[in-house]
């Protein structure tokens, strides 16, 4: 039987709360999202909780998407909210990109303010995500320096945390957090496939035949450039083909799996197979 993936451990739920209690005192939400699977990295229990508190939606790591999926994405989620795209690296680009889009979305308020003669700035936002979206490393580019801890793997920010981005704005950092339980196993899938679930808790070979999988259906030309495949197989068919080309072999010319699966899922997380997007907004989760 297949493992059910679920992932929702104590300081996520703690997370929740705090943002329940955070909110009120925030101008708008910035919830940071990936690009290579923007439905499947909506929090849906976070939108409750934001209610109509103002929200701007940040499809982050656009630069591994498909650039085409890309704008089909931006096109149908700016219909129920503000949306913008940006790429994972390029710090300068996404301050003044996030900047504006901000204040396009509070310009009502900052004018009533301004109009009454009350303190508007700095502004506070409050950046929610799942883990591993890139919230850190966008709030550390945001702010031109490198003040909170960055990383590849999912969980890697505990706790809440303030930090300055300019005069403007202040922002609060949380946790990534999931929800109690996935409604299909194909989305914990799809996000164990994106590195937002802890290896741990994903068998490795499921998700890399669920990638595989992907792969074939949407980008089979990717993945046999990349590879110098003759012909897509079955998922672990495939993936032996993998490590047979990349030298994953152990005593006796037999491949070796667990290493190709590694390899593989770096080179997909990364990009290296190209850029690619796993899911379209006519697909349901």
């Not at 439905?39 to 229990?45: E, H, L, M, V």
């Not at 709030?139 to 890697?156: H, Q, S, Y």
């Not at 068998?203 to 980008?219: D, L, N």
């Amino acid at each position: 039987m297949e493992k059910i993936i679920q992932w929702y451990p104590g300081h996520m739920a703690r997370a929740i709360r705090l943002i329940q209690e955070k909110l009120s005192a925030m101008d708008l939400v910035i919830e940071v999202i990936d690009a290579r699977a923007p439905r499947s990295s909506i929090n849906q229990g976070l939108r409750a909780i934001i209610g109509v508190k103002p929200l701007l939606l940040v499809m982050n790591k656009a630069d591994l998407a498909d650039p085409k999926m890309n704008d089909i994405w931006l096109k149908e989620l700016n219909k129920e909210e503000m949306t913008i795209s940006l790429d994972s690296v390029n710090g300068s680009k996404n301050e003044e990109i996030i900047e504006k889009a901000i204040l396009v979305l509070l310009k009502n308020k900052i004018q009533k303010a301004e109009e009454s003669g009350r303190k508007i700035y700095p502004l506070k936002a409050m950046v929610v995500g799942i883990p591993n979206s890139g919230k850190s490393t966008l709030m550390n580019n945001l702010a031109k320096r490198k003040a909170m801890m960055v990383g590849d793997t999912p969980g890697v920010t505990k706790n809440m945390q303030y930090l300055k981005a300019s005069d403007k704005l202040v922002l609060l950092d949380n946790p990534g957090v999931l929800w109690p339980k996935f409604s299909d196993q194909n989305q914990g899938k799809m996000l164990a496939l994106i590195g937002s679930i802890k290896e741990d808790i994903a068998p490795i070979p499921m998700i890399a035949e669920y990638g595989i999988t992907v792969m074939s259906e949407r980008y089979p030309s990717l993945l046999k450039n990349r590879y110098s495949l003759d012909d897509i197989k079955t998922p672990y068919e495939t993936l032996e083909a993998i490590g047979k080309r990349r030298g994953c072999l152990i005593r006796g010319g037999e491949v070796d799996m667990d290493k190709t699966y590694d390899v593989f899922l770096r080179d997909l997380r990364s990009g290296r197979i190209g850029r690619v997007t796993f899911e379209s907004p006519s697909e349901s989760i």
